[in-house]
């Protein structure tokens, strides 16, 4: 029997839009990863109850179903339910269920859930920018997707 050997093939370079789309993704994993780490460090809070807050406070009752949530959040449902067992243990939430469907569940935001937010907000919207801008310092590329995303910078 002869040898069957094969040489692999050269990979192609990625395309324009791959190499975009992987910066992209390069800065969303640093900017998620410095905001994770500061709420965390500042409030006690890991990001994913930060923005599961603030949708909360942003309903007009300050309450979302579970599935709403999980939807806002891009979240699966066993996910969700964690992150919102996290909330209620420390007080910043509660369940209820649903008057017209007993099968639904909301979870309401409590007026500590409202405070821890409003706290973090301002951290959250400083690490932010600062991230954002440090990103732009390391590459010029990532200032112009920024500006055309509409990021004013400074």
Not at 31 to 49: C, D, F, K, M, P
Not at 84 to 101: E, G, I, K, M, S
Not at 109 to 115: D, L, P, Q, V, W
Not at 123 to 138: I, M, R
């Amino acid at each position: 029997m002869g040898s069957t050997t094969s040489t692999p093939a050269s990979a192609a370079p990625p395309s324009a839009v791959s190499s975009a789309w992987n910066h992209v993704l390069l800065l969303h994993a640093r900017v998620e990863n410095t905001l994770a780490v500061t709420l965390q460090r500042r409030h006690g809070i890991g990001l994913s109850e930060y923005r599961a807050l603030g949708h909360l406070a942003a309903s007009p009752a300050g309450e979302l179903r579970m599935q709403e949530l999980a939807d806002k959040l891009g979240l699966n449902q066993s996910s969700v339910t964690r992150l919102v067992a996290r909330l209620n243990a420390a007080d910043f939430t509660y369940r209820d269920l649903c008057p017209d469907d007993r099968r639904g569940v909301y979870t309401v935001i409590t007026e500590a859930g409202r405070a821890r937010h409003a706290e973090a907000s301002l951290t959250y919207e400083a690490t932010l920018t600062s991230a954002l801008e440090e990103a732009g310092q390391a590459d010029p590329r990532l200032t112009a997707a920024l500006s055309a995303l509409g990021w004013p910078g400074r």
